[in-house]
C-alpha cells in the first residue's frame, strides 16, 4: 500500500503541481483574499458558527462555518500567502485520492481496481477548478469526510462496533460544515456498499444514522439563520423568473448534455456559464431531445445490468445519473446554471466506469490486469489526462490568464464577458501609463458591449461600460445612453441616476443633471455626493430654498463636514436666516473652513450686532 499511495500522490503533484505558482483567482476574495471578514473571524469563533458564509450587505447566504474557521486560521498564519493555499488545496486533494483508494479497495477487495479508479480521479482536468481554485477547497473537504465516514462505515460492517456510528455522524456533519455538495453521497456509498453484497440491515442502521445527523444541521441553520439559500438573479438562474414548465425542463436537458459532454470530452472548460450559454429552451428542440434519449438509454442500460445482477456496472450508471438530475436546474435550480466544479462529484462514478472499461479492455485483449500501470489504456489516459491537466492549471496561474483563455468558447455567457470587461477595468484603473490604461479601457469595453448584446438590461454591465466613458476616457456624451438604459432596466439603479448627473454636469446640461439626481436619491436618500451635488446645482440656478433643503439633509448626515455646514450656511444666507447661516458658517470655520468669505461674513455680522470682540477675531483672517 505505501507503494501504491506513494504512486497516487506523484500522480497528484505531476498533473496539479505547477498550480503552486498560481495567484489569487475568480471568488478567492469570498474566502482569503484581502477578506477582512476573514482577518478578523478568529476573534469572534461562535459567530463564525451563526452567520452566514457570504454576509455582505446586500446578499447573506450559504452556511460554511468550518470552512470560514479554516480560512481564518491559514490567514492569521500564512496571510497574502497564495502558494501556500495552493499547496494546502494539493494535500487535501491528496487525502481524498487516498481515502477515495481505501474505499474503493475496501468494496471491491482489488488493490489494481483501486489504483485504476483513484489514479484516473487524480489526474483527470475535470478536477482542475477545485483542486485549482484556493476557494473551491471546502468541496474537496466535503467529499473527503464524507468518504472518510463511508469507510467508517465499511469498518463497521466488519467489526460491528456501533461506537462507530458516531464517528460517522460527527464526519457527515462536519461534510455539510465545510460545504452541502457531498450530502449525495452520503447515499451513493451505501449504493456501492450494497451492490457489493454488504448487508442491508446493517447498511440501513448507518443510513438512519447520516439522515439524523443532517437533520440536526437543517434544524440548527433553520434555527440561526434565516435562510442559507442566496436568491439567485436572472442571469444566474432565468429559470426563477419563468413559469414555463417546456422550458424549465428543455434547460434541464441541456445542463445534462453539457456535462456528459464535458465528462467524456473534457477539453473545454468555462470559468462561468450562466445566461445564455447553456440556452434556455423549450424541451422539444433538438438538443434537449438528444439529451432525453442520450440519458434514457444510460439509464435503461443501468436498469438492464440490475435485472442480470450486474450491480458493480449497473451501481455507478445509477450513481452518475442521480448526480446529473441534482445539477440540471430541475426541480433544485443551481446558481449559475452549470460550473465546472461540478464534474469533481461526477468524476467519482465516471472514474470507476473507466476502470471498469479498462479492465474488460485488458481481458479483452489478453493483457495482464494486474499490476494496473502495465495497462496500455491505462497509460494512455493518464498521459493525456495529464497533459490536459497541466494545461488547465497554467490557464488558472491569474484571473486574466483564466478569463482570456476561456472567453472565445463563451461567447454567449453574458456575466463571463461583463466579469473580463470588470477586471480589464481594474486592470485600466491601476496601470501606470495612460496609453496602456486607455487600451485596457477599450478591450473593457469590447466584452461589456458583448455582455449587453447577450442580456441588453444587464445593468452592471451597462453601468460600468459607462464609468469606463465617463470615468476613465472622458466621454461624457458616449456615456449618457449606457446609464439612461441602465435606468430604463432598473429605475433604482441609484448608482447610474448618479453617474449619469455627473456626466450632464461636465456637459453643463444642469437642469437635466438635477433630475437625475433627485431620481438617485429617491432610492437613496442618504447618498451624501448625490446631495453634495443637488445642493451645487440649486445654488448655481438661484434655487434657493431648495438648496437649502438639500444642504440641510447633507449638513445632518456630515454634521463634522466643513463643506456640508458651509454649504448650508450660504444657502441660509440667501434666503435670509441670517441667525442660523451665521451658526452654521461658524461651525463650519472651527471645522476648518477658515476661507476670506466666512471670515468676512462673521465679521460683518459681529461688527453689526456690536459684538467687536467677536468681530475682532475675524477681522485680520
Known sequence: FPVTILLLILLVCIAHGISLFNNYNIDDELVIENNDRIAFALEDIPGIFTSHYISTETVKADYRPLTI????????????????????NILCFCLFIWSLYAFVFSISKSESFAFLVASIFACAPHTTEVVASIKNRDEILALLF???AALQT??????????????????????????????????LYLLFLASYQFPLKKLASVFITQILSILIVAV???VVLKSPFRQGYF?????????NLLEQIGLALNTMLHYSAKMLLPLRFGFYYGYNQITVQSVFNL???VSFFFHLVLLVLAIWLALKKKYTISTPIFSYLMLLGLYSNFPIHYQGIAGDRVLFSLLFPFSILMALAIEWLNQKFNLKAAPAMTSYFWLCIIILFSAKTIAREMQWKDRITLFKADIPHLDKS???????GYQLRSMAKNNGTEQSSNTYSEEALQHLNQAIQIYPKYTQALETAGLILASDLLQYEKAIPYFEKALIADSSAWKSAYNLALCQIHLN?????????????????????????????TYSLNEFNICKSYAERWSQLEPLNPKSRSAYGFALLETKDTTQAVTQLKAAWELGAKSSKHASILYYFYKENNQDSLANLYRSK
Open 414 to 420: 453574458a456575466k463571463a464577458h461583463f466579469i473580463l
Open 287 to 289: 438538443l434537449p431531445i
Open 146 to 148: 464524507m468518504t472518510l
Open 509 to 537: 446640461k444642469f437642469s437635466e443633471a438635477q433630475q437625475s439626481l433627485e431620481n438617485a436619491i429617491t432610492y437613496n436618500p442618504n447618498h451624501i455626493p448625490s446631495l453634495s451635488e443637488l445642493t451645487a446645482i
Open 220 to 222: 440548527f441553520i433553520a
Open 235 to 243: 442571469l444566474e438562474d432565468p429559470l426563477a423568473y419563468s413559469n
Open 154 to 187: 465499511h469498518k463497521l460492517l466488519l467489526d460491528n462496533k456501533k461506537i462507530r456510528l458516531l464517528t460517522i455522524a460527527i464526519l457527515t456533519i462536519a461534510s455539510i460544515l465545510f460545504k452541502s455538495t457531498a450530502l449525495p453521497f452520503s447515499l
Open 69 to 88: 474557521l479554516m480560512f481564518a486560521i491559514e490567514y492569521n498564519w500564512f496571510p497574502d500567502s497564495p502558494g501556500f493555499s495552493h499547496f494546502l
